[in-house]
């Protein structure tokens, strides 16, 4: 390549970094260039909607719009990109919008908030304001496109692409259908009836009318401001640090020559780089000296093409990428083949990620970390079997290398530079014969936990054939082949060339397949160590198979060098059935229905009205903990944390240049606290567990001490690289396991209030058993929070050693009291402060009290501010999680399966502190009470372990409870050789047994709803016949098999008592206190509505509008106290009762006023009335403390779901086609947050179930330490048809105005999909059966949870393709015979 000098090479001595967010100009002369946008944005500015949810690109909660000028096109580029790992000084010259940006409540909200807002897509709202952005980023490029315009009121957009934008975003609280339904609004080829329940308008109202009501969308909707200065900022910028680093952006290759040779002759640390995507991967935590810009230099920009094929520049972002050779495959000048393989490079791309990583993240990029880090691409392995070239600069050298011989090079040296790719034209490739009559076939694949939602693959692969397919004989000859595959535990992307070798020349057949399936099987080998190593090698064969089979079972179904594996049969398929045909479509889209119904008894109680401030989450203008700004001096703080799991910390040291930081303050630990305090994290309920381990460290990731530094990104390097010193001299071995723990006998004590009961007599129920199991084995794992807003605290000392403490947390009251007893200060010198919280799900509650007062402590001890925000990893590390148990089982039961006896064991391990795990046996117990099982037994231990104290996570207890019943009666069926339908039914409660079961919670006959919910549901999903459509869609299809499962809930719901506090304002505004914390699960918003219930019952005029005059507020543990605990799903409704009770008190002190005053002028008017009562002094703030009675504290739910799922037997992978959920909610208090809590329940325990691994090493290290590994279910991974019914059952005096809670029961049913797939997967196991000639099933299998990919291909058979060659082999020598 020639290199033009078209720049001059002197290089500008200083200049600043000018770029606008939200049209507001910045300029900064000093950057130290490892800052992240992010980071600024956060700190500098006042624009907080972007949030940081993990830093490394996986969530998508930071994302910003970026739009840039191209004065080469005079055009605007828009796109979106993660700030936590964009630098800063690589949007010179760009104009950043953030969410605030595109609308705010000061200058009018956009419709897009709008609309989440008035679709329930909002929760807890940490990660909406990204979720905004991800979707406007979508809409302002879909309006620049030329597509015909749309109808009034709707964008460009497409429905599939309203999707797509958030593809990558994840949300713990919503289950993504509202989100997808509040964009899919936005579309123009969107039927409006099909969009899912909102506060707009009813089902069944005419579409003129829906369509007014939402709110309107139009042209000014999707402009972007771009400030007209940002147009005349040169591009080539050199900016330095205080530190002495600097980031230089050449724009030349002469330029960047002499910068790196530079940098040869003085050594200086340097970092190429383009969009520092690679650092979500790699997190490097030290800097560089120098970091040099690639994008500015037109050759690693450019895209070109000629007849000899296209070169892609090695800066040029995978999205341009996917574009280009989009438009490419559309030209008119290609061949069919070369459109159809650039078309497929292009879809294989576009689930490299997600769209907000793919805007950036360069091309060149990817592949130097495929070559330099062993990085698992997906580009090096479709581009390397596409035969592509690379570019390469090394010094004034400049070569073209086959990008095998690329990665095969030793890592690329820091001066060499990748300057493009080349994609070579396919008319150019070789092969045995001549290229008469032959045909390309391509296809790329990859195995992945979720297909579209940012989640590297298992293995990837990419096949190119050139065949020859015989019109005389049908017979097809290979003539040349590429066979490519990565990610599967390899340096990096391979060519199987002696399986290539083998297959050119041969004419295609079962048994030429089988031989290069075997080649095969010793060239796709793992590295040692890769994780489900055998799982990837069975994928290799896999994809052959699929690639290939269809030449020998059908050549004619080839479609344009698609190949698939065909359906065998003919049968026509229709209905649900047809949903799974399409063998490479994307999950999306999805839909739903919800049936609501909602009442006015209690009006504006059971209205479903939007949620309270969902509207400024949207915006971003919600403030969260980490948003308050930092008061003067504060420090930010960061745990040093255990890295053994039992061992005595002889040291602890910083490193020598952190030692010397002037940046960094203090490390805080147990020594430090003060004279009179304790050392105590965390005191609530039961237990207690120490803030700071003394001499010995108890288990990974028991907090050491706290490094306090002038920034959180300081305070973090400090304690990631601090220097811990153990020794296990004369230490008892740790206890790891729970066995181990039994056996040493270290058992926490349940207090016996909390222990739960036997039922009946079980020697007399086993002796009635026509069958027993006895001592069946199962696990349960771990499962994370993956709350959005990891733990976070602020605190400041205030006089007179007081403090306030903003914390995010469940359970404030404990909080304060720990603070104040680890201080050594009365509790009134003490303020916990919690507004709102970005998700909770059990697990801001003890650990939450931990960083509270870690940061309070150091306060108190600095006389300084102090905050927290902990980074993703730590919190993984630090979390406990869900209780991960043993189970042992030995049922009885009739020969209908009829349980007559159940006896069961189960060993928790609950970590190192009680925290609150008493209360878990009796949780399990009530959960799998919910089968009658005529008689249960059970023991169980809760195992002290060196571990992290295990917490509750959602459901605790009642979910493994409720799934352990499942196993076992799936077990039951198995073993009788029944249908497990019926053996649920048959063994659902009478109102007779489940009084038994459920001394306390029982309720009237008329209350046990449960079997008209399972009847209504199985007529409503037409459960019979989808039983014998799934039947039929098994017989019919060899490598899909489905499955459907029915599952019931029983939830066994206690009130806690809660405090409130209503007080009216002169002008009839109103402010409520409550002892619950907003989590996202709408509690201020039924609280609100039950102040206004309350209110209005004073009947004057205007109290109807009361709604909006009322604010809930902050939780004040000095203003409202005994607030407890926010957990168990009830404490919506008993916050609810205690306003309520607050409000008859106002109501009652009004009353007599209000008589005079109607007596006197015929009618009042709220305000009025208000006026005259502040005149005639009235107290009009009330408080009341709801204490539920023994009658009404316990109460039962009800519900069902049935799933059916596709399992692929192939990859092992797992499709959600339908899930059909009834709930009774009682008299819901809002409908709409119900449903909501419902499928947003329903999502995370299918992350549970088959998803979300949270294992550790053998010494308890947690493996899953971000988004990277830790994979929670996104838009594509929940059911493509999600339907919600929520019924409204009768009245009952006992519970909150006759509500229940939704919060939890429904996590359980998710356990529907996880049912269904093993039903799946026991008709794999019998069609891979019938294979060896064997008849019949061996259904007696446990799936474990997750049902990861690799747990079902496991099951299925890691060498299912060999088994079916080898029988198809058989089968064609009988027939040939
Ligand atoms: C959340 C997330 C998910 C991802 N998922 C996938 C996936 O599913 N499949 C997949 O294939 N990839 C995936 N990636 C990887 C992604 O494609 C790469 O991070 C990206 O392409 C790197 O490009 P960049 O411009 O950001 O490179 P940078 O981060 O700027 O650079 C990466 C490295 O390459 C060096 N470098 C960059 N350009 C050059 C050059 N021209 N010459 C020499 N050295 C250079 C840099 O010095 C650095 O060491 C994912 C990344 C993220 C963050
Ligand atoms: S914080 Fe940036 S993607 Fe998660
Ligand atoms: S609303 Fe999405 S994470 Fe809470």
Redesign the pocket.
């Known amino acids: 390549m020639e290199v033009k000098n078209n720049i001059n090479s002197e290089i500008p001595t200083q200049t600043s970094l000018v770029f606008a967010v939200n049209g507001e100009r910045f300029e900064l002369f000093k950057v130290d260039p490892s800052t992240t946008l992010l980071e600024f944005l956060r700190s500098q500015t006042t624009f907080k909607s972007v949030k940081l949810g993990c830093g ?3 969530c998508g909660a930071c994302v910003v719009l970026i739009s840039k000028y191209d004065p080469i096109l005079d055009r605007i580029e828009d796109f979106t990109a ?1 700030s936590c ?1 964009t630098l800063l000084c690589s949007i010179h010259g760009c104009s950043i919008t953030t969410s605030e940006g595109i609308g705010n409540s000061k200058d009018g909200l956009h419709p897009i908030h709008k609309r989440v807002a008035g679709f329930h897509a909002s929760q807890c709202g940490f990660c909406t304001p990204g979720m905004c952005v991800s979707l406007f980023g979508t809409l302002v490029n879909a309006e620049k496109t030329n597509r015909l315009d749309p109808p009034s009121g709707f964008s460009k957009l497409t429905a599939a692409e309203a999707e797509e934008a958030i593809a ?1 975003n994840l949300c713990r609280c919503t289950g993504y259908r509202p989100i997808a339904d509040a964009y899919k609004s936005f579309a123009a080829n969107v039927d409006i009836e099909d969009l899912g329940f909102n506060s707009f308008w009813r089902k069944g109202e005419n579409k003129d009318l829906m369509l007014s009501s939402l709110p309107q969308y139009g042209k000014n909707h999707n402009n972007v401001r771009f400030p007209l200065f940002l147009k005349e900022i040169k591009n080539d910028v050199i900016l330095s640090s205080d530190e002495g680093s600097c980031w230089h952006s050449p724009t030349s290759l002469k330029e960047l020559q002499s910068l790196l040779k530079l940098n040869r002759a003085n050594g200086t640390r340097i ?12 997190k490097e935590s030290d800097g560089y000296d120098k970091y040099i810009d ?1 994008k500015g230099i037109s050759e ?1 920009s450019k895209i070109g093409k000629d007849q000899t094929g296209i070169e892609i520049g ?2 040029v ?2 999205s341009k990428a996917i574009e280009v050779l989009k438009e490419e495959s559309r030209s008119d000048f290609l061949t069919e083949d070369s459109a159809m393989i650039l078309g497929k490079l292009a879809d294989h791309m576009s ?4 769209r907000f ?2 805007n ?11 070559q ?2 062993n ?7 479709i581009l390397l079997a596409v035969d592509s070239m690379v570019q ?1 600069m090394t010094g004034a050298k400049f070569e073209w290398l086959a990008l095998e011989e690329f990665f095969e090079r030793p890592s ?1 040296s820091l001066e ?4 493009s790719i080349k994609i070579p034209s396919f008319e150019l490739m070789g092969g045995k014969s001549d290229n008469q009559g032959c045909k390309f076939l391509f296809e790329t694949y ?1 195995a ?1 936990p979720r297909p579209l939602g ?4 298992y293995l ?1 692969a990419a096949f190119l054939a050139k065949v020859f397919m015989s019109k005389d004989t049908g017979e097809t000859t290979i003539d040349a082949c590429r066979l490519s595959f990565g ?1 599967y535990g390899t340096k990096h992307a391979i060519r199987a060339k002696k399986v290539e070798d083998f297959l050119v020349g041969k004419v295609l057949s079962v048994h030429i397949l089988h031989g290069a399936v075997n080649l095969l099987a010793s060239i796709i080998v793992p590295d040692g160590g890769t994780l489900d190593a055998a799982y990837r090698s069975s994928l290799a064969a896999g994809f052959l198979l699929k690639f290939f089979n269809f030449l020998i079972d059908g050549p004619s179904k080839l479609i344009n060098g698609c190949t698939s594996l065909p359906v065998n049969g003919s049968i026509q398929l229709n209905g649900n059935q047809n949903q799974a045909q399409h063998d490479k479509t994307p999950m999306l889209l999805s839909s739903g229905k919800q049936v609501i119904e909602d009442s006015n008894k209690y009006h504006p109680v059971g209205e479903p009205i939007t949620k309270s401030g969902a509207a400024i989450q949207a915006s971003g203008e919600a403030v969260f903990v980490d948003d308050i700004p930092s008061p003067p001096n504060c420090l930010h703080g960061a745990y040093i944390y255990s890295t053994k799991p039992l061992a005595r910390i002889t040291s602890i040291e910083l490193r020598p240049e952190l030692q010397r930081h002037k940046g960094v303050v203090d490390i805080i630990s147990s020594k430090d606290i003060p004279d009179g305090g304790q050392n105590l994290g965390a005191r609530a309920l039961f237990s207690s567990e120490p803030l700071f381990a003394e001499e010995i460290a108890r288990y990974i990731g028991d907090r050491l001490a706290f490094v306090v530094a002038d920034t959180q990104k300081l305070a973090d390097t400090a304690a990631n690289s601090a220097i811990v010193d153990y020794d296990v001299d004369n230490l008892e071995p740790p206890i790891l396991t729970v066995e181990d723990a039994v056996k040493r006998s270290s058992l926490h004590e349940v207090p016996p209030f909390l222990r739960p009961k036997h039922v009946g007599d079980i020697s007399k129920g086993m002796a009635e058993a026509d069958h027993k199991i006895l001592s069946a084995k199962m696990n349960l794992p771990s499962q994370y929070y993956f709350y959005m807003e990891t733990h976070t605290a602020l605190a400041i000392p205030d006089e007179d050693n007081c403090i306030a403490v903003y914390s995010s947390i469940q359970c404030p009251q404990y909080a304060h009291a720990t603070i104040a007893a680890c201080l050594g200060v009365p509790e009134n010198n003490v303020r916990v402060i919690t507004r709102r919280v970005g998700g909770g799900f059990g697990g801001k509650s003890m650990k939450s009290i931990c960083a509270a007062t870690s940061c309070a402590l150091a306060a108190h001890k600095l006389r300084r501010p102090v905050r927290i925000y902990l980074n993703r990893k730590t919190d993984m590390i630090m979390a406990g999680g869900r209780h991960p148990m043993k189970i042992t089982y030995s049922v009885g039961f009739k020969n209908n399966g009829k349980i007559t006896a159940l006896d069961i064991e189960v060993l928790m391990n609950a970590g190192l502190y009680l925290d609150v795990s008493a209360i878990m046996p009796a949780r399990l117990v009530s959960g799998l009470k919910k089968y009658d099982w005529g008689a249960l037994s059970f023991d169980i231990k809760l195992c002290k372990t060196n571990h992290p104290n295990r917490c509750a996570m959602r459901a605790p207890g009642e979910l493994q409870g409720s799934f352990i019943a499942e196993a076992i009666l799936e077990n039951v069926a198995a073993t009788l050789s029944i249908d497990v339908d019926s053996v649920r039914s048959i063994n659902l409660h009478t109102h007779t047994s489940l009084e038994l079961f459920y001394l306390e919670s029982f309720g009237e006959p008329y209350e046990y709803t449960l079997p008209s919910l399972w009847n209504k549901l199985s007529v409503s999903v037409n459960y019979d016949q989808r039983v014998e459509m799934v039947k039929e869609f098994n017989r019919v299809n060899t490598w899909k098999k489905r499955g459907l499962s029915r599952l019931p809930v029983v939830f066994e719901m206690g009130l806690r008592p809660t405090p409130g506090k209503v007080s009216i304002f002169s002008d009839g505004s109103v402010v409520v206190e409550v002892g619950g914390i907003e989590l996202g699960q709408g509690l201020w918003t039924k609280v609100k509505q039950m102040a206004a219930f309350g209110l209005g019952e004073i009947q004057c005029e205007g109290t109807e509008g009361l709604l909006d005059k009322i604010r809930v507020v902050q939780s004040d543990t000095v203003s409202l106290i005994q607030g407890g605990l926010t957990a168990g799903s009830t404490t919506s409704g008993s916050s609810c009762e205690a306003v309520r009770l607050s409000c008859n008190i106002l109501v009652e002190r009004l009353k007599p006023l209000k008589e005079k005053l109607q007596k006197e002028m015929g009618s009042i008017k709220w305000e009025t009335l208000l006026h005259q009562a502040y005149i005639q002094s009235v107290n009009l703030s009330a408080s009341s403390f709801f204490v539920p009675t023994t009658y009404s504290k316990n109460y039962l739910n009800y519900g069902a779901a049935v799933s059916e799922v596709e399992i692929d037997l192939l990859t092992g992978e797992t499709r959600f086609l339908q899930t059909d959920i009834i709930y009774d909610c009682g008299q819901s208090l809002n409908p709409a947050v119900d449903l909501g809590q419902i499928e947003g329940a329903f999502v995370q325990g299918l992350g549970f179930f088959m998803l979300e691994e949270y294992e550790t090493n053998v010494d308890g290290m947690v493996l899953a330490d971000g ?2 590994n830790y994979k929670i279910p996104t838009i594509d991974t929940i059911p493509k048809q999600f339907n919600v019914q929520i019924l409204n059952t009768g009245h009952h005096k006992r519970r909150v105005l006759s509500s229940k809670a939704s919060g939890e029961p429904p996590l359980l049913l998710a356990a529907s999909v996880h049912c269904a797939t093993r039903a799946a997967v026991k008709e794999a196991r019998r069609q891979v059966l019938s294979w060896s000639n064997k008849d019949g099933t061996d259904s007696r299998f446990e799936l474990k949870v997750p049902a990861t990919m690799p747990v079902v291909k496991e099951l299925i058979g890691l060498d299912i393709v060999e088994t079916y060659l080898k029988w198809k082999m058989e089968k064609n020598s009988r027939i040939s015979y």
């Open positions: 490394e690109g996986g993660s790992l990558g970092k190429l780089v383009v969009s520092n995507t690679g650092m979500g991967y790699y690639l690693l090695a800066a972002p995978i689930k490299v990620a997600s990583i793919r950036t993240a360069s091309v060149g990029g990817n592949l130097v970390m495929a330099k880090n990085f698992p691409s997906d580009m090096a392995t390469i690329l060499s530079v990748l300057l990859r992945s940012n989640a590297l693959p990837n990610a988004t990277w």
